[in-house]
């Protein structure tokens, strides 16, 4: 089995990337995606590489599916079943303490309706002693309930179940006696064994609400690749930025939400490692969105829990922040301001440069009328795009907004740049981190052509631009790890810690984890174990993540005091102070299995060179038409420079070079873009 592929479904296009183990040649490619069946946007994509499916030997690919399901809210119909008198937690859910001021806050719109809430009696008490037995009676009238009323799903969270899931285990078993394989049952004790009710209850009605999607989109996935002789596991990509097969994303597909954006991430650590860039900003421009996430100390920013659509999660992901801006965004006039997404043309109809019958301006049409794109190298040359309609779509709202078409698609651009930069400030100085001390890498199919900008705006001088930038996210599944991630509530402060029991907790962690690798298929020699603490301040509500680093300094005398310096350390970096010696207390601990995976990256390069063949015409910057060097990337070979303006174009995506900037393509055969320092007076503004 020679060939390793890696798929990442997006909203437009559907990105392949394949590494022939003989050759040692990675070949990337792109297709439109299929919105009303995924599934044969996956063989269309393959089928351009005419590979041999007996010859593969490993597949992974990130989905959109149950992220799609929660967005457009299509999912399932969900009926909650919990514990007497709470019924109500989810409905009341929290106040928004971010936006505590703001008038115009709404709370999202429930998941599941008051009406569908079960309650059902039996409690355990804050200790996970036994209060009340579970009234099997109650468990049995809600499955008659979910038969007559139609649910697909039950979302089970008792009261404490994540110190007791006894409860919880049970009336699963009557759940699935009464209901058979047709109904999803999810226990909030296996989703989530966390405290927080309502964080809890909110995971678990999640994997309910996406879970019967992806299930279908897996099992279909995984029959049309027996049918076609593919035999070896589907691997999915995990938000936590690791690798599971397909049986375990189908018993815990909200493990999947994030799958096709984190592939990018996962991406840039390995080119942080790779470039020794320790610290990355990247940035995933593609048709219909736009994804920010950060590389730090050569490591993904992976938080233990997040958020999604305002519903919170208790799991670990990377830390993604995500708006609606890309190639395909809408550009519209809203009452005499001009605005640019997030409402996108997606793949049907597409921008009208597409030629699919799409009428209004997008930020793809607006390049196409700056001379940014050029329409026979598009998509590899597998797309000719229509610059007529581009001009009449952008010249359309020029009228209604009484100006100069070029001036208007200069307008759309920074307006989408500005909102770019906004969406890294998110995660960057509104966390006290300092944009400048990060290089930007840029990758999806529109991220090359819009990043200097977007640098220039908020400071960064040195832009990345990978090989296949517009299948990046694909590649990065090649660099990822299987992961699997455990968590045990351990309440204890300094003065409390009982290290033996810290021990035991931590070695029963490390059995799972290690049982988990092995179902997934990881051998001995592939295997790590990490292990984590969530420590607090006392009386503070929230926490941050020490790492433990050596089991065996648990029975040291010191490792409380190391653990505490390690507390200060992170809280000093996050929140700009720390108390040394202050009361601390400890709440969870989290354990990570990790099965490493064969890597591609030092197989990127590409083939020697073609000849030059550089074109001069004229492109837009700054409202100036200036004459550009327009070349393929194929023939720039290692060690070129390239002053700016420049166009590079290649298959997947093209990378812009502004007035005032240098390209380089170093010996990996990435480009990098150097800008000028940002002048004193413009960087304070």
């Given at each position: 089995m020679t060939y390793r592929v890696?798929?990442?479904?997006?909203?437009?296009?559907?990105?392949?990337?394949?590494?022939?183990?003989?050759?040692?040649?990675?070949?990337?490619?792109?297709?439109?995606?299929?919105?009303?069946?995924?599934?044969?946007?996956?063989?269309?994509?393959?089928?351009?590489?005419?590979?041999?499916?007996?010859?593969?030997g490993f597949f992974v690919h990130g989905t959109t599916q149950g992220l799609n399901a929660l967005l457009e809210r299509r999912g399932a119909n969900v009926l909650i079943m919990t514990t007497r008198g709470i019924g109500d937690v989810y409905q009341i859910a929290r106040g928004n303490r971010e936006r505590l001021f703001d008038l115009h806050y709404r709370k999202p719109a429930p998941l599941v309706a008051r009406e569908a809430i079960a309650e059902v009696g039996g409690r355990f008490d804050a200790a996970g002693e036994e209060l009340e037995p579970l009234d099997e009676d109650a468990v049995r009238l809600a499955a008659k309930r979910v038969r007559e009323e139609g649910f697909d799903a039950v979302a089970v969270c008792f009261l404490f179940a994540y110190l007791n899931g006894e409860h919880e285990r049970r009336a699963g078993r009557i759940l699935r006696e009464e209901l058979g394989d047709d109904v999803l049952v999810v226990l909030s004790h296996e989703v989530a064994p966390e405290w927080r009710e309502y964080e809890r209850m909110s995971t678990t009605v999640m994997e309910a609400y996406t879970g019967p999607s992806v299930h279908r989109y897996l099992d279909k996935i995984e029959a049309r690749f027996a049918d076609n002789g593919l035999h070896v596991p589907v691997h999915v990509m995990q938000s936590s930025g690791g690798l599971v097969n397909a049986d375990f994303a189908r018993t815990h597909p909200l493990q999947t939400l994030l799958s096709g954006p984190v592939g990018g991430t996962m991406g840039g650590v390995a080119v942080s490692k790779l470039l020794g860039r320790p610290n990355v900003i990247c940035i995933d421009m593609g048709g219909t969105s736009f994804d920010v996430s950060l590389v730090m100390d050569h490591e993904p920013d992976v938080s233990p829990d997040g958020s999604c659509e305002g519903f919170p999660l208790l799991m670990p992901l990377v830390n993604l922040h995500t708006i609606g801006?890309?190639?395909?965004?809408?550009?519209?006039?809203?009452?005499?301001?001009?605005?640019?997404?997030?409402?996108?043309?997606?793949?049907?109809?597409?921008?009208?440069?597409?030629?699919?019958?799409?009428?209004?301006?997008?930020?793809?049409?607006?390049?196409?009328?700056?001379?940014?794109?050029?329409?026979?190298?598009?998509?590899?040359?597998?797309?000719?795009?229509?610059?007529?309609?581009?001009?009449?779509?952008?010249?359309?709202?020029?009228?209604?907004?009484?100006?100069?078409?070029?001036?208007?698609?200069?307008?759309?651009?920074?307006?989408?740049?500005?909102?770019?930069?906004?969406?890294?400030?998110?995660?960057?100085?509104?966390?006290?981190?300092?944009?400048?001390?990060?290089?930007?890498?840029?990758?999806?199919?529109?991220?090359?052509?819009?990043?200097?900008?977007?640098a220039r705006e908020i400071g960064v001088t040195e832009v990345i631009v990978p090989r296949f930038p517009g299948a990046f996210s694909a590649w990065g599944m090649l660099e990822s790890d299987v992961r699997r991630d455990f968590t045990m509530q351990f309440f204890a402060t300094n003065r409390t810690l009982d290290t033996q029991a810290l021990s035991a907790a931590l070695d029963a962690l490390r059995g799972q984890a290690i049982e988990a690798l092995i179902e997934q298929g990881i051998s001995e020699d592939k295997r790590s174990v990490s292990h984590s603490i969530d420590m607090r301040y006392e009386s503070q509500d929230y926490t941050l993540t020490v790492p433990i680093w050596d089991t065996d300094d648990v029975a040291s005398p010191d490792f409380v005091g190391i653990l505490e310096q390690r507390f200060a350390e992170a809280h000093h970096k996050r929140y700009g102070h720390a108390t040394p010696g202050a009361p601390v207390q400890f709440v969870t601990i989290r354990t990570t299995g990790r099965g490493r995976v064969d890597r591609t990256a030092a197989e990127v390069g590409a083939a020697a060179p073609a000849p030059a063949e550089t074109v001069v015409r004229d492109v837009v910057f700054d409202g100036t038409a200036l004459p550009t060097t327009i070349v393929a990337?194929?023939?720039?070979?290692?060690?070129?420079?390239?002053?700016?303006?420049?166009?590079?174009?290649?298959?997947?995506?093209?990378?812009?070079?502004?007035?005032?900037?240098?390209?380089?393509?170093?010996?990996?055969?990435?480009?990098?873009?150097?800008?000028?320092?940002?002048?004193?007076t413009e960087a304070l503004s």
């Open positions: 890696a798929m990442d479904i997006g909203g437009t296009f559907t990105d392949v990337v394949t590494f022939d183990g003989a050759s040692r040649q990675v070949r990337a490619g792109k297709v439109l995606t299929t919105p009303d069946d995924l599934a044969r946007g996956v063989f269309d994509a393959l089928a351009g590489f005419e590979l041999p499916f007996a010859e593969i801006a890309g190639g395909g965004s809408l550009a519209y006039a809203e009452g005499t301001g001009l605005r640019v997404g997030p409402e996108s043309a997606g793949a049907v109809p597409g921008p009208a440069c597409y030629g699919r019958g799409g009428t209004q301006a997008t930020v793809t049409d607006a390049n196409c009328v700056l001379g940014r794109v050029d329409p026979d190298s598009f998509a590899g040359g597998g797309m000719r795009l229509d610059l007529d309609a581009a001009h009449r779509a952008v010249a359309a709202l020029a009228a209604e907004l009484d100006m100069d078409p070029v001036e208007l698609a200069s307008g759309i651009c920074d307006v989408g740049n500005a909102k770019m930069a906004q969406a890294i400030r998110t995660l960057t100085v509104e966390h006290g981190r300092e944009p400048g001390q990060f290089a930007l890498l840029a990758f999806g199919g529109a991220g090359p052509m819009h990043a200097a900008f977007i990337r194929s023939a720039l070979p290692v060690g070129t420079r390239l002053p700016g303006p420049a166009i590079v174009h290649e298959e997947t995506s093209t990378t812009v070079v502004p007035p005032d900037a240098e390209l380089r393509v170093d010996d990996n055969e990435f480009l990098t873009i150097t800008l000028a320092p940002r002048p004193e």
